[in-house]
């Protein structure tokens, strides 16, 4: 069994601050992770994944999130916000056993960014 | 087209309605998966389909029926809804490998009202 948890459902950053969205997980077996953005009337898109090769993963949109086995986190991080940042942020997580790839996805977190 | 588009966008139907929505993905894969996103829960997994054949159905009441008659289209069919079940359902696909962190690519949703 795995689930994700998603610490603060509402972050508000000022344009040019640090981005931080705290993600953590349990799962059973090695997990696979997902950090996805939604923007307002639109489907989710990838940010950046995260598959054992590497625990520092680079996304797009100068994304990154760090895998933290010993923290069981994945937290997403971005060093300076711009206003298109401004999205719904879900965190993810896959069974690596699973062949179909479904995915668990934690509540979301809702970004704002002020001028 | 690219991608995976859905139709409609939006649907509003009252509880006696019949009414059908439609998922179309143009990038091959051979996975297909529904979800429902209803506002402060997490996306609900409904149903997953590989080549053609179901594989999941999360408890999803019979009031949903899923059809898929072709590894590039999926549809979900409504009758006798219930308020509850509006909500933003989301379309996705994926190619689905033997091993390996499987990302889902995903349709813009219907964003369905039940009056």
């Known amino acids: 069994a795995q689930s994700v948890t998603q610490l603060g459902s509402h972050v508000s950053v000022s344009e040019g601050a640090l981005v931080l969205l705290r993600c953590n997980y349990s799962?059973?077996?090695?997990?696979?992770l997902f950090w996805y953005v939604q923007y307002p009337n639109q489907g989710l898109q990838l940010l950046l994944k995260?598959?054992?090769?590497?625990?520092l993963v680079k996304g797009i949109n100068g994304f990154e999130a760090e895998f933290k086995k010993s923290e069981t986190s994945f937290h997403l991080t971005k060093p300076s916000a711009h206003m298109s940042d401004a999205a719904e942020y879900f965190c993810?997580?896959?069974?690596?056993?699973?062949?179909?790839?479904?995915?668990?996805f934690g509540a979301g977190t809702q970004v704002v960014v002020t001028p | 087209e690219t991608g995976v588009t859905q139709t409609p966008r939006h649907l509003v139907m009252g509880m006696t309605n019949k009414k059908s929505l439609k998922c179309e993905q143009h990038l091959g894969h051979n996975a297909m998966y529904w979800y429902k996103q209803s506002a402060k829960k997490p996306l609900e997994l409904m149903f997953v389909?590989?080549?053609?054949?179901?594989?999941e159905n999360n408890s999803v009441p019979s009031r949903f029926s899923p059809e898929c008659p072709n590894s590039s289209h999926l549809f979900l069919h409504l009758h006798t809804l219930q308020p509850e079940d509006s909500a933003l359902y989301l379309c996705?696909?994926?190619?689905?490998?033997?091993?390996?962190?499987?990302?889902?690519?995903f349709g813009p949703g219907t964003r369905l009202t039940v009056l």
């Open positions: 799962s059973s077996v090695p997990p696979y």
């Open positions: 993810a997580v896959s069974d690596a056993t699973d062949s179909w790839g479904k995915l668990q």
């Open positions: 995260y598959t054992s090769a590497a625990t």
């Open positions: 996705a696909s994926s190619q689905v490998v033997l091993a390996g962190a499987v990302e889902q690519f």
């Open positions: 389909y590989n080549f053609k054949e179901q594989t």
